[in-house]
């Protein structure tokens, strides 16, 4: 019938039907969440972009703009480049919109977090107190050359509230372990235990046992080794009997814990299927915390009272049920964590040795004086409700083949209902 193929006399067959409406879900599914997981990062990026059209309050452009710190490090059993993505997807996005500024404190391994946000407390509290027990031969950070570079040229630092964003519980306590140590430990490290004396004698096998070590091939030697992570100044133990200096702060910059799913294992598979098809709300919780810390609204944190049937946290027990909401933030991640975490360190795991304090397996030990002066970004009402208003274009959140659709339509229209040209002739007079 006019050249076209006939439509087939029966429709497929069950198992096709069922193959086509399962992909078909799915597939409608992913789309769907995709769609609505942009349209809520676009939510709250337009809800702070108003910030990057504010002017800085110096007219001649040496005032500094705020500057956010944001702390990462690779989860418990996976790598660095998994934080990375999750900050790419659902926090710089936000970021990018409010104009503001930023810098980025890594962890490649468990333990450094916790070393920079120490060492950057002992920094401050040695420029107020003129301390000299920093070494000497030690050369400068590129935070203190920068620091030095801007008051030989009478540049002022930013002088409002800045503020920290920490992602993932893992983080978190690596934070705040290093907020402890920086306020309540010493300036100078521990003093390193002495090395033993070695034998100098020799056993008649002693010659062929070393031999092989002789012999290691050149490229391992050259090979740069990864600096040795600083050790703890202090123990949780140590808070209690520790003095706070008395140029402290009454408040200390304010943060904020963001979540970071992470959970693997095959037996989970359903559990992160419906996280993957529900990644729309997460987009959503993130952007309100990063939307708040934006727009530099917080409160102080809330003292909690003692639960003793509280286990928010596997590592919590009835003599440390947690008493500060510091504690509790993102505990619910902590049943996601591989079990090797929860395990005592083998001796022979030589990049496990290298680590000189466990953090993450540990419960939070929280110091009253530390705990009261810490502040967490939160969004107003006012606020909230404003973006809960915004009206996102479908433009804006589409995909590649409708906005090509879209644009199609549109270049259709505009030719069937553009006036038409008339012809060269039409304007002579005809005699």
Known sequence: MLGLPA????????????????????????????????RATARWAHAVE????????????????????IYLSSPPGDGLRVAQD????????????????????????EGDVRAYVAERVRRLRRSREGSEDADPSKQPTKEEIVEAFRKSRGIPDYEGVRGDVVIGRHTWKEYLRGLHEGWLGPLAPPPEPEPESLSTTTTPGS????????????????????????????????????????????????????????????????????????????????GREVAAVC??????????????????????????SPQYEQQKELAWEEK?????????????????????EKVRAKPIVMDPRIAARMRRFQLLPEDEERARSIVVPEEEIEGYIKGKLRQLYRWGVRKAFDKKKTAPWDDKDVD
């Open 7 to 38: 439509l087939p006399s029966k429709l497929p067959s069950r198992n096709w039907m069922i193959f086509w409406t399962v992909s078909s879900a799915i597939t409608a599914a992913i789309i769907y969440d995709k769609r609505e997981k942009k």
């Open 50 to 69: 108003h910030l990057a059209k504010e002017p800085l309050p110096d007219s001649l452009g040496l005032a500094q703009p705020r500057k956010l710190t």
């Open 86 to 109: 999750h900050y790419t997807e659902y926090v710089k996005p936000i970021l990018a919109a409010s104009g503001l500024d930023w810098e980025f404190v890594q962890g490649r391994r």
């Open 207 to 286: 010659s062929t046992e070393d031999k092989p070590a002789e012999e290691k091939p050149a490229e391992e030697e050259k090979k740069p080794k990864r600096p040795p992570q600083p050790k703890p100044h202090n123990t949780t133990a140590d808070y209690p009997a520790s003095t706070l200096p008395p140029f402290a702060p009454n408040e200390f910059a304010p943060s904020v814990p963001i979540r970071q799913p992470h959970l693997l294992g095959f037996l989970n598979t359903p559990t992160r299927m419906y996280r993957f098809f529900n990644r729309r709300k997460l987009a959503d919780e993130i």
């Open 295 to 320: 727009l530099c609204t917080y409160r102080e944190y809330q003292q909690q009272p003692v639960a003793e049937s509280d286990t928010a946290s596997p590592t919590a027990t009835a003599e440390q």
């Open 336 to 356: 996601d964590w591989i079990k090797s975490i929860w395990k005592e360190d083998d001796p022979k795991d030589a990049e496990a040795a290298e680590i000189p």
